[in-house]
């Protein structure tokens, strides 16, 4: 017994001492792309570690981009530029780090995105529905606001003398971009008349008039300091900047009366007057006209509500900007500061378009997305640009059944080695992507606006796809709960980091951990 023990141990080492290790692999697995690909990429990372302090910051939140989001936007891009798709990869997740990301808010399992990016903005986990303030506050009681408001990594950043942005799809003043700038009890305060009368009586300010107010407030907060205010704002949202009064409707005014604002305040011309050399933009000729090299400050309003889908921007009346030119225009503006920057990118459509029940409308604006993402890379250095993208929360959006290789992502499961839909137990072929609740099946053909599922009632369960064309822009996918609106889902988001101290991106992490990845990097406030 002893002796068969010794010569099976002795074995494996005597084969190691005369073989060396690499050639006991094969050659077609070493030649593989799998295989060469996977070692070139550790290579990458190991280069990259010594890096840890970076000059600019550029954090890319998709909102309700999910796993599943990033999985079927990587295989519908790849799939729309003739190929198979699934061995493709959208431009960051090509970046050397990532990490998991817990999104729950202290009071719900389930988040929504004010909570979620106060986390990423300040470090500090709160409740669903509060911007800027921490989980002691009560959600709609303004006097709850007092004692309770925490610093942004936006707000510091203007403290150290660095330029700041926020660029958004979604109005300027919805959840995820206020989150930078805002203390407020309610994520709706976005103009004074979403606000009760006793929320204005006790003295908050509306999520609008705090971006206009920016530098005063952040001046007033911390006596001795002095800043320079936002540099960069553009997005959507222009009705809470305006006062309830035809006469200032914009050219592409999309309501009789654009402005909501019912305290006669024009914060635009407040704005202009308080930043005489500051350039604001309405339109996308006005946009073009910006020379970056020589813009001061930047202030953006494209549409009345949120910009249009990325599937749908060529229908806006005055024309808009996609996320990628905003960006790459922010980025110029921002580089003008020798300081450095940190910049906010939002593309808040990939969210809309999911709760609308579109998955088209959901990926077409993840691809986009990337493509922002894509333009900051080459409009920044490496060596001194950290570039974070992220998501606040995901979506109840699925991709199932087992469709072969290279069948059309917005399509019907064809399975492996068939060439026909393959049928549920109820007889009906269905799609590869679906959702658990929401609106359900639309079949709007070649509509690019997701939002018109709004325009007729839920419809949950089955329905016979045999002679729909599910990849059109206008198909909705079924759901099994009906619902008023899709809702958003609890399951980790990831994280992925490019650039100095990008090493920081690793593991399970909650939420929080991104504001100090960011503060550690640009080093914005001490240990």
């Not at 010794?6 to 050659?27: G, K, T």
């Not at 190991?46 to 999985?71: E, P, Y």
């Amino acid at each position: 017994m002893n002796t068969r023990w010794v010569s099976l141990s002795v074995i494996p080492s005597l084969f190691l001492s005369s073989v060396a290790l690499s050639d006991v692999i094969p050659s077609i697995q070493k030649e593989s792309n799998w295989y060469t690909h996977a070692q070139s990429k550790l290579s990458d990372k190991q280069q990259i570690v010594s890096r840890t302090k970076a000059k600019n910051v550029i954090l890319f939140v998709g909102d309700g981009m999910g796993i599943s989001t990033l999985t079927a936007a990587r295989i519908l891009q790849g799939q729309m530029a003739g190929n198979s798709g699934e061995e493709g990869y959208l431009s960051f997740e090509t970046f050397p780090y990532s990490a998991q990301v817990k999104t729950y808010n202290t009071d719900a399992q389930t988040p929504d995105s004010a909570g979620t990016m106060t986390a990423m903005m300040s470090g500090v986990k709160t409740d669903a529905g509060v911007l800027g303030v921490n989980e002691n506050i009560e959600r709609g009681d303004c006097a709850s606001v007092e004692g309770n408001t925490l610093i942004t990594a936006v707000e510091t950043a203007e403290i150290k003398g660095l330029s700041t942005g926020i660029v958004s799809t979604a109005r300027i003043t919805h959840a995820t971009p206020a989150a930078a700038y805002a203390k407020s009890a309610d994520r709706n305060w976005e103009d004074v008349s979403d606000m009760p009368d006793t929320a204005i009586e006790q003295g908050c300010e509306d999520i609008a008039s705090q971006l206009i107010n920016f530098e005063n407030n952040l001046e007033q907060r911390f006596p001795g300091i002095d800043v320079d205010g936002i540099d960069v704002a553009m997005g959507g949202g222009r009705r809470h900047f305006l006062p309830k009064d035809a006469s200032y409707n914009s050219t592409d005014a999309r309501s009789t009366v654009e402005g909501d604002r019912t305290d006669n305040r024009d914060l635009t011309a407040e704005w202009q007057a308080m930043y005489p050399n500051g350039t604001l933009v309405m339109d996308k000729s006005g946009f073009d006209a910006v020379d970056a090299t020589s813009t001061e400050r930047l202030f953006g309003l494209f549409n009345e509500s949120h910009m249009n889908y990325e599937a749908d921007r060529e229908n806006d009346i005055a024309g808009e900007p996609s996320l990628s030119e905003m960006t790459e225009k922010a980025i110029g503006v921002l580089n003008n500061n020798n300081n450095g920057f940190l910049l906010v990118v939002e593309s808040g459509r990939i969210d809309h378009g999911h709760h609308a029940g579109s998955a088209y409308n959901a990926l077409t604006d993840t691809i986009e997305f990337a493509n922002a993402v894509q333009k900051a890379i080459d409009s920044t250095n490496p060596e001194e640009t950290l570039i974070l993208v992220t998501a606040d929360h995901s979506h109840v959006f699925t991709i199932a059944g087992y469709p072969k290789r290279g069948n059309p992502i917005l399509g019907k499961v064809v399975n492996v080695g068939a060439t026909e839909p393959a049928l549920a137990a109820d007889g009906m072929p269905y799609t590869t992507l679906g959702y658990t609740n929401g609106l359900g099946f639309r079949n709007l053909q070649m509509e690019t606006d997701a939002d018109q599922s709004y325009n007729e009632s839920a419809i949950a369960g089955r329905q016979d796809l045999t002679v729909v064309d599910t990849t059109t822009p206008g198909f909705h996918q079924e759901t099994a709960v009906p619902m008023g609106s899709e809702t958003h889902a609890g399951e980790d988001i990831s994280l992925h980091a490019h650039g100095p101290g990008a090493y920081l991106a690793q593991g399970v992490i909650e939420q929080s951990v991104v504001f100090h990845i960011i503060n550690k990097s640009l080093g914005l406030i001490g240990n």
